[in-house]
């Protein structure tokens, strides 16, 4: 019996192998990243000859012990005609069709990175508008499966789809407008790898290893490890089951009385490791498996689920340095990475002195833009909606990302976002701003006076301020604080109607200009 049951897992263990397979995001209608080596992988029969024909070319390698291989193309110039991909091993053959060359992103983020174009709109009419003119096959995108898992994964579900009236209403709004906007100007084929999941943290896109250097986080790895002794699964599951019921009964009231519906409530708790929020699991899941895809960068929008709090909206920079840098490690390779600022949200205050987790968090983003090389912040703070955390814009965020990589990647001469703050001097009982990025200058918006300035002397206590453009510079003074010391500008949740711009369009970053916590 066990002599059996050994030539059985032999023959098994054969078969796997034996069997020629690629991961799915190669696949039909793929978008191969021009101007740089391009990785094709896979898995077939231990130790045999590969052969790769694409593009005339022809690529020969030799699979290891496991079966796994590898090959590099060269560099290719970017084409929009249709190319074909043969791969053979062991008599077997995979032939990729509908094949281009252009310009590849990684997108990824948490729920207003997912946020369908179908969503994106106030009226269903704008929806429709863009369904009637979005056709073009040299805009795809891969949305990767959501999933996640306690160790990293070598594949993912997902598949290639042309932009088209029937698959556009599922594309990330984000990444659909940043990729038809660099099409619009690079004319080049453009292919988006989404891959993204609403109300997670950063620590769930981060790799494990590089997650060691914050206490914070392995004590709550720690602690997530120890509640998975005593949780209750199927009690939770029951308790889940039986909100849902009693929902869906107050929902039936609501509807018989003409009453506004509840609020959909959930028992749920997640697994405490085995779910969406255990640091490292959609790393492992939908990040791991599209490496080493070769692409040109990548744009992030998340933040919301880590402005909980001041503590964990001041760790965030940290972690965000941290992310791009172990991501840049896994690929080799310093691409570009450009993050969303965290736009206006929940309802405004009269004050601009409040202290706020999400105007810390902003803070993070901009000190990150500052600290890493070929990284980037996109402004949002004007497209906002106080009591929607998902604004129906994103075509602005879309358009704003493209503009940054337009001139940063691509040498477009133009303003590549709006004002940010560099530096102050203390004028007497004024503060003098220093600005990069200012564009053809700095300018309020409507022609209204400046505001949303904070001024404070070494009390800390934050009055309004007056604030005047003068030139490439901004006074910043108030009759209440004679020697002054720090500056915020946008210091809120919801600052709406910050009004500080570049004459190109672009809303300056929210700021301080003091490290008081």
């Given amino acids: 019996m066990k002599k059996l049951l050994l030539i059985v897992t032999f023959i098994l263990s054969f078969a796997t192998y034996a069997e020629l397979k690629l991961p799915s995001i190669f696949s039909d209608g793929m978008v191969l990243q021009r101007n740089k080596e391009v990785n094709i992988w896979g898995i077939t029969e231990p130790l045999s000859k590969v052969q790769l024909f694409f593009a005339e070319q022809v690529y020969e390698v030799k699979s290891n012990k496991d079966g796994k291989f590898s090959i590099k193309l060269d560099k290719m110039n970017a084409t929009s005609t249709p190319l074909e991909m043969k791969i ?24 207003n990175m997912q946020w369908p174009v179908m969503r994106n709109f106030d009226h269903p009419a704008n929806y429709h508008q863009i369904k009637l003119s979005c056709s073009n096959p040299l805009i795809r995108m891969f949305t990767v499966k959501q999933s996640f898992s306690e160790l990293p994964r070598e594949d993912c579900d997902g598949k290639w789809n042309l932009t088209l009236p029937e698959t556009i209403g599922d594309f990330s709004a984000v990444a659909y407008f940043f990729g038809k906007e660099l099409f619009n100007e690079l004319n080049i084929p453009i292919g988006l790898i989404h891959s993204s999941w609403g109300g997670t943290s950063i620590e769930a896109w981060t790799p494990m290893i590089s997650l060691e250097k914050f206490p914070s986080v392995t004590k709550n790895i720690e602690d997530r490890y120890k509640q998975a002794l005593t949780f209750n699964e199927e009690e939770n599951n029951k308790k889940n089951i039986q909100a849902e019921e009693d929902w869906k009964r107050k929902l039936k009231e609501a509807k018989a009385n003409g009453l506004r519906p509840p609020r959909r409530t959930r028992w749920w708790k997640h697994h405490p490791v085995k779910s969406q929020h255990f640091p490292s699991s959609l790393y492992n899941a939908m990040i791991n498996p599209i490496h080493p895809y070769s692409m040109k960068g990548a744009i992030w929008y998340q933040g919301e689920n880590n402005a909980k709090s001041i503590e964990s909206a001041l760790l965030y920079k940290d972690l965000l340095k941290n992310l791009t840098t172990s991501w840049r490690s896994k690929w080799n390779d310093e691409f570009s990475f450009y993050a969303v ?66 001139v940063d990647d691509y040498g477009f001469n133009r303003s590549p976002g709006g004002p940010i703050y560099k530096n102050m001097k203390i004028d007497g009982e004024k503060i003098i701003l220093n600005f990069e990025d200012i564009g053809a200058g700095l300018v309020s918006r409507y022609n209204e006076p400046l505001n949303w300035f904070a001024i404070a002397g070494s009390d800390k206590k934050f009055v309004k301020a007056t604030a005047i453009i003068k030139g490439k510079t901004i006074e910043v003074f108030s009759e209440e604080i004679k ?5 915020r500008y946008a210091w809120a949740n919801n600052p709406e109607g910050c009004n500080l711009f570049n004459r190109d369009g672009f809303p300056a970053s929210p700021f301080k200009t003091d490290d008081w916590k």
């Avoid at 205050?349 to 409040?354: G, K, L, R």
């Fill in 88 to 111: 053979i091993s062991n008599e077997k053959t995979i032939i990729l069709n509908n094949i281009l060359i252009g310009e590849v992103w990684l997108c990824s983020g948490q729920s």
């Fill in 341 to 406: 600022q965290l736009v206006n949200f929940m309802p405004s205050v009269d004050q601009p002195i409040q202290d706020s987790a999400w105007a810390h968090i902003r803070q993070s983003f901009l000190d990150f833009h500052k600290d890493i090389n070929r990284a980037s912040i996109v402004v949002g703070i004007d497209t906002g909606d106080a009591l929607d955390i998902h604004p129906n814009n994103k075509h602005i965020i879309g358009y704003r990302l493209a503009q940054r990589a337009l």
């Fill in 483 to 487: 020697n002054p010391k720090a500056v």
